[in-house]
């Protein structure tokens, strides 16, 4: 398998020029989708902490780079919508967003921010001993003992060392919630759920929300719904863009 791809067919959201050279980092499987954008064109063309793919291996091999609260060294590994990037060495912390063109923006935040992250469950299921397993949109799995979450449903994990993956937040996939629509031509639109339409057979389910700056009401697909607040927004918290 090819560890590159040609520039001319990379994702459109990775915003990086399209003619300057042929090949570019191909994304690793991982915590996301194919289209995720791998760490070493994050470093290189989005905040120009590197110059090319060795000082990037340089900053990784330095353990430099804090992704989800853990050290990253594959200069191939795709991070996405939510995932929380620090470098310690300079103190910045971003948040990895989608704006209104689909494209992927780092929106800095503080670093107390930085100890949390929003998560959507994807499923949940029962393991050994009766507990119960989420299993979260990015790859992740958390094991709680309550069965007050629900797929589609947004969790806020710790992910300080000593409480790391810890749920000290819930925001239920219903009726009244902020959502931030993460794809379609709506993409980074924030607005509150209005009517949540269940579509028999394969179809996607249809969410129709009113957005929160405009009041303009709109709909999408359910898979481009991320919860992001319960009963008022949450958008200050989580850097959305206005």
């Known amino acids: 398998m090819s560890n590159h791809l040609k520039r001319l067919n990379s994702p459109s959201g990775w915003r990086i020029p399209k003619k300057t050279n042929t090949f570019v980092k191909k994304t690793a499987p991982g ?3 194919s289209h995720a954008m791998p760490v070493a064109v ?5 905040t120009g902490l590197a110059n090319n793919v060795k000082e990037v291996k340089k900053i990784l091999t330095e353990r430099s780079l804090i992704v989800n609260g853990s050290p990253c060294t594959d200069s191939k590994m795709g991070i996405g919508v939510f995932d929380i990037i620090s470098i310690p060495k300079t103190g910045k912390h971003y948040r990895i967003l989608r704006n209104k063109k689909g494209d992927y923006v780092s929106v800095e935040i503080t670093e107390e921010a930085s ?8 499923d949940k299921t029962i393991v050994k001993g009766g507990k119960i397993q989420l299993n979260l949109r990015y790859g992740a799995n ?3 003992d309550t069965q007050e979450y629900n797929p589609k449903d ?10 790391r993956f810890e749920v000290v937040g819930h925001f239920p996939f219903a009726v009244g919630s ?9 993409s980074g639109k924030v607005g509150k759920i209005a009517e949540i339409v269940t579509v028999p057979g394969s179809i996607p389910n249809r969410i129709y929300l009113t957005e929160e700056k405009t009041g303009e009401a709109f709909d999408t697909i359910e898979d481009y719904v991320f919860i992001v607040g319960k009963d008022e927004s949450a958008v ?7």
């Open 154 to 163: 947004s969790i806020v994990l710790s992910l300080e060392p000593e409480t």
């Open 142 to 144: 958390v094991i709680v």
């Open 236 to 242: 200050s918290v989580w850097g959305i863009e206005e």
């Open 178 to 186: 902020v959502a931030m629509i993460i794809g379609g031509k709506h």
């Open 31 to 33: 915590p996301h989708n």
């Open 42 to 46: 994050w470093l290189r063309d989005h």
């Open 115 to 122: 100890k949390s992250r929003l998560c959507k469950i994807a």
